[in-house]
């Protein structure tokens, strides 16, 4: 692996209830994952010349300004954006998916399966909601049921890679079906982006969102890419300065610009994208493949996990559990193993209840182990070790 992909921090130590330290072993990447060299380089070399973006006519700024567009740039190809697409950056996949949200032209349609994180539920007006799908085939067949009744546009908003199950949605065949029917597709990309290439112009997606601290760049930038018509004839996302061009004396007097910066109000948040895009250039030039192949190998040394797809679509590197008291087993995997995982609802409440994660978000749900780069099989050795001393072997 490249080095400019290595962990920064992989030799984090805890100390155990036992009084022993250990070296941390972090398997919660869903949530956020470790930074990687490309970004904290990238952010220790802007520290001495980062001025304000598009603001100032001296050398920080206009080095700046260069280094966000820059930044643009290279998030526009690891996106795979066409000619017509623009490349936003917000704070988080929330975000841009509230963004587009509020982008829609009037009377759009849009539609969401409950297997949905709560980012991709709560942003749309009055989604139409289809159940969470039994297998691939079931996800299809329901979208080209619901886009036959749309009239007018129509939007499948859509993860990549489910947070909770890792599962793979069948994109291309979604993809197939909205665009038949004249409809748009999103791609929740949160959870896809870190573990496989998310090109609009290879899948054929409309848009995609990812955020930035699931991206090795903790820095707190997001993206949303994708067609340029519906967000440039969208009221501006964050109405002040930059996304204006001129503003007269009359209230509503205002002439606002198109492209990113109708959306982009406020003093842009330079670290941020410039971290997210030097991860986004390190795996552009990464050898993906031997990363999904590392990959593959650690998720095959997991006991199965709970599926939607029922072991139909690939997955990247999450897998849940439907143990008792997963929150108990979490703390005790942090506390006696230096193990860090997740347990909950993971913020996608219809699906853990449909996936036997009932109760709530403090006593029900499922354990979520999940990892990316710099993860090796000592970790899944640990964790399987920590499982067997907890007893939980019996009852994944
Ligand atoms: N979508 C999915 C599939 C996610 O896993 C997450 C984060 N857990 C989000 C959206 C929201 O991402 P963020 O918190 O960075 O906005």
Redesign the pocket.
């Known amino acids: 692996m490249s080095d400019r992909l290595d962990v920064v921090g992989a030799d984090l130590t805890v100390t155990l209830t036992s009084g022993e330290q250990r070296r941390f072993t972090h398997l919660d990447y ?2 956020s994952a470790p930074c990687v060299r490309a970004a904290a380089d990238a952010v220790r070399d802007l520290l001495p010349h980062y001025g304000s973006v598009h603001r100032g006519a001296g050398l920080r700024s206009q080095r700046s300004t260069l280094e966000y567009e820059q930044a643009r740039d290279i998030v526009a190809e690891f996106a795979g954006a066409r000619d017509g697409d623009t490349v936003i950056f917000t704070r ?4 841009s998916l509230n963004l587009l949200a509020r982008a829609l032209p009037e009377g759009t349609t849009t539609i969401v399966f409950d297997g949905e ?1 709560h ?2 539920l709560l942003p749309w007006p009055t989604p139409v909601r289809l159940p969470a799908p039994a297998d691939p085939e079931d996800a299809i067949q329901s979208a080209r049921s619901a886009f036959a009744s749309v009239r007018g546009p129509g939007l499948l908003a859509v ?1 990549g890679a489910s ?1 909770v199950t890792g599962e793979i949605w069948p994109l291309r065949e979604l993809i197939e079906v909205a665009h038949s029917y004249g409809g748009r597709v999103l791609i ?1 990309a ?2 896809l982006a870190p573990h496989r290439p998310i090109s609009l112009s290879d899948t054929g997606a409309d848009y995609v969102a990812f ?1 930035g ?2 991206l090795y760049a903790p820095f707190g930038a ?1 993206v949303l890419a994708g067609r340029g018509d519906w967000l440039n004839a969208a009221e501006p996302y964050l109405r002040g300065g930059g996304a204006s061009t001129s503003v007269g004396d009359q209230a509503g007097d205002v002439v606002w610009a198109t492209g990113p910066a109708r959306h982009e109000g406020g003093t842009p948040n330079l670290i941020g994208a410039v971290a997210l895009a030097a991860v986004c250039d390190a795996l552009l030039h990464a050898d993906r493949a031997s990363l999904d192949e590392h990959e593959r190998s650690l998720l095959a040394a997991l006991p199965e996990g709970v599926t939607l797809f029922g072991g139909k679509q690939p997955r990247v590197g999450i897998v849940s559990y439907a143990v008792p008291d997963p929150a108990a087993v979490a703390d005790r995997l942090a506390r006696e193993h230096g193990i860090g995982v997740r347990a909950g609802m993971f ?1 996608a409440h219809p699906l853990v209840r449909r996936l036997g994660g009932g109760g709530d978000c403090g006593t029900g749900g499922l354990l979520r182990v999940s990892f990316g780069l710099g993860s090796t099989h000592d970790d899944i050795d640990r964790l399987l070790r920590a499982f067997d001393e907890l007893g939980v072997r019996g009852i994944l």
Do not use: F, I, L
């Open positions: 869903a949530a988080n996949t929330t975000d994180h980012a991709n993860t947070n929740d949160a959870q955020s601290h699931k997001g913020c």
